[in-house]
């Protein structure tokens, strides 16, 4: 990390205060998943002083993860609520396939996100709150996210921040030690976990991100550089059929 964790701690929870003040909102909400990103990030918007709030959404979530959730908010005395979206999921997914029948796990799995951002911006329009991302640079380059799901938020206040510099981070703000320790997932599906699923470890995806390949199998940049670009189409708005 080039800045002092400290620093960059005092620069995001500035930045999060003047996006509450230049859009006249009144406060923050935040799903809290249980990991790291998520508890960093509401651990950040807790920190301006403006309201925020924690939605806790298990989705046939892991215990672990809901407990972890529920263990942040009272440590950190974060205002919370629990909305169980399993039954909305099971009774959506019943629909799909009585007209669709698919094996697909990804399409399955991602009607999660898009349960969970639909909840979150119900939230939102009513208490007058953003929508906070937690998704960190290194997800967002290779677009590890659910496009219209995690990633359809108001503000990325961990955007500009590889995943090995947000542990840092949350080592100073004393995220629980469960957290931090807990093997990234977005727990879509039983026994995911973000490494397994990308196929390498945090530590040379955050090198390669960075544009630095030194001591990284070329096998390996290949196969992640193949995966920014075919997942350009995530950082970008639709295209438009330009007519003049």
Same mark, same amino acid.
């Given at each position: ?12 929870v ?8 230049k859009t006249g909102? *009144?406060g ?8 790291l ?5 509401a651990?950040?918007?807790?920190r301006t002083?403006?309201?925020t709030l924690?939605v ?5 979530s892991?215990?672990d993860a809901v ?6 908010a009272?440590?950190?005395?974060l205002d ?10 099971d009774?959506?997914l019943?629909?799909?396939k009585?007209?669709f029948?698919?094996n697909?796990?990804s399409a399955?799995?991602?009607i ?10 119900y939230v ?9 991302g ?10 590890y996210?659910? *496009?219209?799901g995690d ?10 921040l590889v995943?090995?510099e947000?542990r840092?981070?949350?080592?100073v703000?004393?995220?629980p ?11 879509l599906y039983?026994?995911q976990t973000d490494?397994?699923?990308?196929g390498?470890k945090?530590e040379?995806?955050d090198?390669i ?5 030194y ?6 940049v ?9 997942n ?5 708005q ?6 003049r």
């Amino acid at each position: 990390m080039a800045m002092d964790a400290n620093d960059v701690i005092t620069k995001i929870v500035r930045w999060l205060k003047k996006q509450v003040e230049k859009t006249g909102m *009144k406060g923050f909400t935040i799903g809290l998943s249980g990991g790291l990103d998520s508890a960093v990030t509401a651990a950040l918007c807790n920190r301006t002083g403006y309201p925020t709030l924690g939605v806790i959404m298990p989705c046939h979530s892991p215990t672990d993860a809901v407990n972890n959730a529920l263990k942040f908010a009272e440590e950190f005395r974060l205002d919370y609520k629990i909305i169980d979206l399993t039954e909305i999921y099971d009774r959506t997914l019943q629909l799909y396939k009585v007209h669709f029948q698919s094996n697909d796990i990804s399409a399955e799995a991602n009607i999660k996100p898009r349960l969970r951002m639909t909840t979150l911006y119900y939230v939102a329009n009513t208490l007058s709150y953003l929508v906070v991302g937690t998704a960190n640079y290194t997800e967002l380059k290779l677009g590890y996210y659910t *496009k219209y799901g995690d990633g359809a938020v108001d503000l990325l206040p961990l955007g500009d921040l590889v995943k090995g510099e947000v542990r840092e981070i949350a080592e100073v703000l004393q995220i629980p030690e469960e957290i931090i320790n807990r093997p990234p997932s977005a727990d879509l599906y039983e026994g995911q976990t973000d490494e397994g699923e990308i196929g390498a470890k945090y530590e040379v995806l955050d090198k390669i991100v960075r544009g630095d390949f030194y001591g990284v199998p070329v096998d390996t940049v290949k196969k992640i550089l193949y995966r920014i670009k075919r997942n350009t189409h995530k950082r970008r708005q639709p295209p438009i059929c330009r007519i003049r």
